[in-house]
Structures are given as C-alpha cells and as structure tokens.
C-alpha cells in the first residue's frame, strides 16, 4: 500500500503542476507516480465536475441539478479517460513513442488536478456574483482547464520523448483513434444484439412448436 500512497507519492501531483517537464520525466524514468492516485484524481474531477453542475449560481448555470446523474458523469469521464489512454497508446506504439501504458494512465489523471483544484472554488464564488460578474467565474474555468491542457501535453511529449510537433500529431491521431474504437465497439455490440435475437427467435419458434 505505502508503494502507491506514500506521502511522497501523494504529494508528487502538486510538484508536478509547477514543474511538469521534470515531473512527468521522473514519473517516466524513476517510477515516481502512482496508478491508483491517478485514478483517485480522476474520480475527484468527477465529483467536482457533478459538483459544479449541479450547486453552481442560477447567474452561471442553467441546469436543472434534479437532471444531474453523478454516477453517470462518474461513467462518462472514466470511459473517456480510458479511451483517450488506449488510442493513445496504440498510436504511440506505432509512432516509437517511448510511454508505457501506466505512464498515461498516470499523465492524463496528475494533468486533471489544476481542474479538480478550480471547479470547487468556482462553484462557491458563482454563489457571491451578479450577473455582470459572471466573467470572474469563466476566468476561474478557464485558468484550471487551460492549466490542465498545458500539463497533458507536456505530459504526452516528455513520456514519449516527442517533439512538439510530433506531440500534436500523435494527439490527432489518438482523437481519430478513439473513434475508431467507439465504432468498432459499436459494430460489436450490433453484432452481439443481431447474433442474440436470432437464437432466441429459434428458441422460441421450437418452444412453440413443442
């Protein structure tokens, strides 16, 4: 347990926001991040995503929060988290990029916490704004998105040991990969449905004639 939750791997998230080339190079070269911690952040963006949709300011927010499902925004983010670290990794490997899977796992989460530290905050300062204030709330937004952004692709280019140029392409082709995996999973699950109706329509048919 201590190998994953060490103060020190705790920690390591918050050195990385300051210092994401070095960080993210440790967390390659010297194993210095933590699968589970990754995890536990992208879990927490979750709740403060449901958070702020569902107490931010009727000023900022024109949600209905009975609408808000959590479980379901906490599917959403995990299905997308692990979709971008699949096609990325499977671009990658074509591309010497020179990550592991772990390593994006633990990129894509640690670059999620610039966004889990904002959210919040956010959505208790919607409470105290007039509605010509509402840029003081979309700055907050925007600083913890953009921030989070910036440390995914640094993340991604020191992992693989890319250029910034081959960065960007590789991020391209991981979105195409992407929907390539969500067709072929839906080509799948067609497939899957077609093959079930037709024995069961046999199924019946011989109960019937019995």
């Known amino acids: 347990m201590n190998k994953y939750?060490?103060?020190e791997k705790l920690l390591y998230p918050?050195?990385?926001l300051t210092h994401p080339a070095d960080g993210f190079y440790e967390i390659r070269h010297r194993d210095r991040g933590s699968v589970p911690i990754s995890l536990i952040l992208t879990a927490l963006f979750s709740v403060s995503y449901s958070i702020n949709r569902m107490m931010a300011?009727?000023?900022v927010n024109d949600i209905d929060p009975r609408e808000v499902d959590s479980f379901h925004d906490l599917e959403g983010v995990f299905l997308l988290f692990f979709l971008f670290c699949i096609g990325n990794w499977s671009i990658t490997c074509?591309?010497?990029?020179?990550g592991r899977f772990k390593d994006i796992v633990i990129v894509l989460?640690?670059?999620l916490l610039p966004m889990v530290l904002t959210y919040v905050p956010a959505t208790i300062i919607s409470q105290f704004i007039a509605a010509n204030e509402e840029a003081f709330y979309s700055l907050i937004l925007f600083i913890g998105t953009a921030w989070?952004?910036?440390l995914a692709l640094i993340g991604i280019m020191t992992i693989h040991n890319y250029s910034s140029l081959k960065t960007l392409v590789t991020l391209i082709l991981t979105v195409a990969a992407m929907l390539i995996i969500v067709f072929i999973v839906m080509m799948l699950q067609d497939l899957v449905i077609q093959v079930y109706s037709f024995f069961r329509s046999i199924y019946m048919e011989l109960m019937f004639r019995t």
Request: hydrophobic share 45%; proline share 0%; no cysteine.
């Open 5 to 7: 939750f060490s103060k």
């Open 14 to 16: 918050f050195y990385v």
């Open 57 to 59: 300011s009727f000023v």
């Open 94 to 98: 074509l591309m010497e990029g020179e």
């Open 109 to 111: 989460g640690y670059s």
């Open 148 to 150: 989070s952004v910036v």
